[in-house]
């Protein structure tokens, strides 16, 4: 990135790094100004033609590591020389593509740089950014809906995804695996088989099909049920006891998928007090709706609580009990799922989506 000053042009770094600024507050903002991106992967191969680029990605990768990663980047010498370098390659400025064959692997480079903020990541996805007007084919769900005729929009999803061939197949894969024991009650569910599943179906099938199951509109109890049930929850989200939500985003961040989705989700859906909007990116619903989604498989898997049909709640399967002096940040994370309103007014286009009469 470049900007424009009287007589000058100054390139992210400039701007990023005046006189005694903390090289760890240096990484906040190259990331806050960083406009273009490129693949991680790719930024990872031009970083390895590069013998000076290559070594000093291996020193920073090292200072990255372990508690003390602020400290090894304000006081170490040579984390402070690799940083030096890396500020001008395509690594900092690299981004993963949400559906790519070689996703973890992407993942995998862009935390080795900004692993450094894991506490603070709440403005920082690894995705590569979603255009404010970004949305789903609207013309095309309204074709899928056109032919059906029974007033219940969730059983309504469930046809709409049998009559293509890919959503169907993708389906019945995740419930088969997913429903296991329910099927023969001495085998037990595989949840680590049935997240893959899910994830599976969700990367794989278009939205247009996967979020009329998840978000269709209800006005009836069967109908809300019909769609809490949509992720074989027994499964899939419930277990014999909550987790503490702290302790479970502390497991989901040591997983470099469920770390970068829950990023991705609070990028995409965080709602602040000075928010103007009702969802962030320009009041995007889509692209915090399809963030949602793309949390179903990982041990952050969220889902709906009950069975409501108006006032509706979605949570992970956690609790705030046992919080200690942790109490608000639990509840403050917790509130991002239960009180949020870019999920509770989803979308013009799903609640478009009624009976056909």
């Given amino acids: 990135m470049t900007a424009r000053v009287p007589g000058k042009v100054l390139t992210s770094s400039a701007l990023c790094r005046p006189t005694g600024a903390p090289l760890y507050k240096v990484l906040r903002c190259l990331d806050t100004h960083a406009q273009e991106w490129v693949d991680c992967i790719q930024a990872s191969e031009m970083c390895n033609q590069d013998p000076q680029c290559s070594s000093r990605y291996r020193v920073m990768r090292q200072c990255l590591v372990g508690k003390e990663k602020d400290a090894m980047l304000d006081s170490n010498r040579e984390c402070q020389a690799a940083l030096e370098v890396l500020l001008v390659s395509p690594l900092f400025d690299c981004r993963c593509k949400r559906v790519m064959k070689k996703e973890p692997q992407c993942l995998q480079i862009f935390w080795s740089i900004h692993m450094g903020r894991a506490e603070d990541m709440d403005d920082l996805s690894p995705y590569e950014p979603v255009a404010p007007n970004w949305h789903p084919d609207t013309s095309r769900l309204a074709s899928i809906s056109s032919g059906i005729t029974d007033c219940n929009p969730c059983l ?31 085998e037990s569910c595989s949840r680590k088989r049935c997240h893959k599943a899910l994830r ?93 989604a793309r949390l179903i498989g990982t041990d952050l898997t969220p889902n709906y609580v009950d069975s409501s049909f108006s006032n509706w709640t979605v949570s992970p399967w956690c609790t705030c009990k046992g919080s200690g002096n942790q109490e608000e940040e639990c509840q403050i994370f917790l509130r991002h799922f239960t009180n949020n309103t870019c999920l509770s007014k989803p979308s013009q286009l799903m609640h478009s989506l009624k009976c056909v009469l």
């Fill in 156 to 186: 309504d999803a469930a046809k709409a995804c049998n009559l293509n061939g890919s959503c169907k197949r993708q389906r019945s894969s995740y419930i088969n695996v997913c429903s296991k024991g329910d099927f023969n009650p001495r």
């Fill in 200 to 292: 599976s179906f969700l990367d794989r099938v278009p939205s247009e099909f996967s979020h009329r199951l998840l978000f269709c509109p209800c006005q009836t109890e069967g109908c809300a049920e019909r769609r809490r049930q949509t992720i074989v929850p027994d499964c899939s989200y419930k277990d014999k006891e909550k987790s503490n939500c702290i302790q479970l985003r502390k497991v989901c961040q040591q997983d470099s998928l469920c770390r970068s989705r829950l990023a991705d989700y609070m990028v995409n859906c965080k709602m602040t007090p000075d928010t103007a909007s009702t969802c962030p990116n320009q009041d995007n619903h889509q692209a915090c709706l399809a963030s949602y």
